[in-house]
């Protein structure tokens, strides 16, 4: 059981440039989410889905797509990288039980865009 | 709505110690409250959480937290700091209501420095 894991760990991108983050999770879980870090901020949102072929908007979605087109992976796309996303992007996957939920982090991939 | 307010950026202790890390939320909804702890270039790890059930809520690793709703508050407290504690730590709110249902909101973090 690898619980959330997250590729690549670690990617430098030049402006412009496209790429795709995969997180896969092997706990059966419904939910899925793409956060990023940056300093001082926390975590913000970026996109998360419900269950399988359903994806909605977080907080900061703008430069970003994702998929979700099978149950146990969810994709966040860079369609033309900036400067400004370069951060630390953590996926979580959850269920809800009795409407308690709680998320599990994979490791993180670092990007830096050039 | 909900937001999270952590009111140290930086807390520093020495071994052995005790260590208080606050946070104070608010939510328009019952929250769900949770703190993570986040180790230098590693991901999130749960400590511990508050879901409605006993308000002292133990984690792992020595650490509690107490959910005081009077107060909006659900601060952080370990007994003995060890130096492995040394990290960064996260208090994370979550409602069960409204249109925000389970979305996480995230307290700016609070770095926790552990003097031998």
């Known amino acids: 059981n690898a619980g959330v894991t997250q590729t690549p760990k670690f990617r430098v991108l030049k402006t412009g440039q496209s790429m795709t983050l995969l997180c896969a999770q092997d706990?059966?879980?419904?939910?899925m989410y793409w956060y990023r870090q940056d300093p001082g901020m926390g975590l913000r949102l970026i996109h998360y889905?419900?269950?399988?072929?359903?994806?909605a908007k977080g907080e900061v979605p703008d430069g970003y797509n994702v998929s979700r087109l099978k149950k146990q992976n969810f994709l966040l796309g860079l369609e033309s990288a900036a400067p400004s996303q370069t951060s630390v992007y953590f996926c979580?996957?959850?269920?809800?039980?009795?409407?308690?939920?709680?998320?599990?982090f994979g490791p993180g991939t670092r990007l830096l865009v050039l | 709505a909900q937001s999270v307010t952590q009111l140290d950026s930086h807390v520093s202790v020495s071994e052995g110690t005790p260590v208080l890390l606050r946070c104070n939320y608010s939510?328009?909804?019952?929250?769900?409250l949770f703190w993570y702890v986040q180790h230098p270039n590693k991901g999130l790890q749960l400590l511990l959480k508050?879901?409605?059930?006993?308000?002292l809520v133990k984690g792992i690793n020595g650490f509690e937290a107490e959910f005081k709703k009077s107060e909006t508050s659900f601060h952080l407290t370990k007994p003995s700091a060890h130096m492995s504690d040394a990290a960064e730590y996260f208090c994370?709110?979550?409602?069960?209501?409204?249109?925000?249902?389970?979305?996480?909101?995230f307290g700016q973090g609070t770095i926790l420095t552990v003097h031998p």
């Open positions: 979580a996957s959850s269920y809800r039980d009795r409407g308690q939920e709680t998320q599990y």
């Open positions: 706990m059966n879980h419904e939910y």
């Open positions: 889905s419900v269950g399988e072929g359903t994806t």
């Open positions: 939510s328009s909804y019952s929250p769900s």
């Open positions: 508050y879901t409605s059930a006993a308000t």
């Open positions: 994370v709110v979550s409602v069960k209501g409204g249109t925000s249902y389970g979305k996480l909101t």
